[in-house]
């Protein structure tokens, strides 16, 4: 029995596997991605009204899948030295930030709602917590999490970049257009509007120049805009190949 739960931790874990992803998480990040996508689909009124039975004993069917995950995690907590051991370490796991995000996307799935319950459908959708528990995701933000941090300089320089264009060219419409679109574009706060849709190239188009001088202004804004959203990207693109290299250098000195 011990040599079985050594294994299922180092399932759990990934332990001893490197890069590669043990069948165990395989498994469990197919069943949460079979979950969100029925638990997206069942928002549809039509869908519900004909396959929701069908949905519904989907839904249990993932729920006992959850349990069974949970159950295992439980098991092989007081194998973790962040948890302790025995009863301590069982109960310390059950307070995991992780353990309630397990707990959160499991209940969702023996509620059993139904037409005249319809907000709690939106219950069900907190089971894309659960996606949190891949390692890939914890890798990704670990990632993400480094690029912030070491290009926190180059990207407070890229947002001061970003504000003096989105004032300036706010400024320029102003006096461009207020006189000829006073209800759109007759404030700076109300152009602050028009350049940050142009500037993120969204383009609502509830208020657009008409004046040819105000043209000129929204043309430059939307070209000086590529590169208010292209430089904050490329900074966070190196911050994440630079994350990336450290990662490998290391596994390579590990092995």
């Not at 180092?10 to 890069?19: P, R, V």
């Not at 959160?104 to 659960?130: C, D, M, W």
């Not at 109300?190 to 657009?208: H, K, M």
Request: aromatic share 10%.
């Amino acid at each position: 029995m011990n040599e079985f739960r050594k294994k299922l931790f180092d399932q759990i874990t990934n332990n001893n596997l490197g890069t590669k992803i043990s069948l165990f998480n395989k498994v469990c990040g197919v069943t949460i991605g079979v979950s969100i996508f029925f638990a997206v689909l069942v928002t549809e009124n039509q869908i519900d009204y004909k396959f929701g039975d069908q949905i519904d004993f989907i839904d249990w069917i993932i729920g006992g899948l959850f349990c069974i995950e949970y159950l295992c995690r439980l098991w092989v907590a007081p194998l973790q030295e962040q948890y302790g051991k025995g009863l301590k370490g069982i109960v310390r796991y059950v307070f995991s930030p992780m353990a309630i995000i397990d707990i959160i996307a499991i209940i969702p799935s023996f509620i059993g709602v139904r037409a005249e319950l319809k907000i709690l459908r939106v219950i069900r959708l907190l089971r894309i917590l659960k996606v949190g528990r891949s390692e890939k995701f914890k890798e990704s933000i670990f990632h993400f999490n480094y690029a912030l941090r070491s290009k926190s300089q180059e990207l407070q320089i890229s947002t001061v970049y970003t504000l003096l264009l989105l004032l300036i060219s706010s400024t320029f419409m102003y006096l461009a257009e207020s006189s000829i679109q006073p209800e759109l574009l007759g404030s700076i706060p109300r152009c602050l509007w028009w350049s940050v849709t142009t500037v993120s190239a969204v383009g609502y188009g509830d208020s657009i120049p008409v004046t040819a001088l105000g043209k000129i202004i929204a043309s430059v804004t939307s070209l000086m805009g590529i590169g208010a959203i292209a430089i904050p990207a490329g900074i966070l693109a190196a911050g994440f190949s630079e994350s990336i290299g450290i990662q490998r250098k290391s596994m390579e000195r590990a092995d």
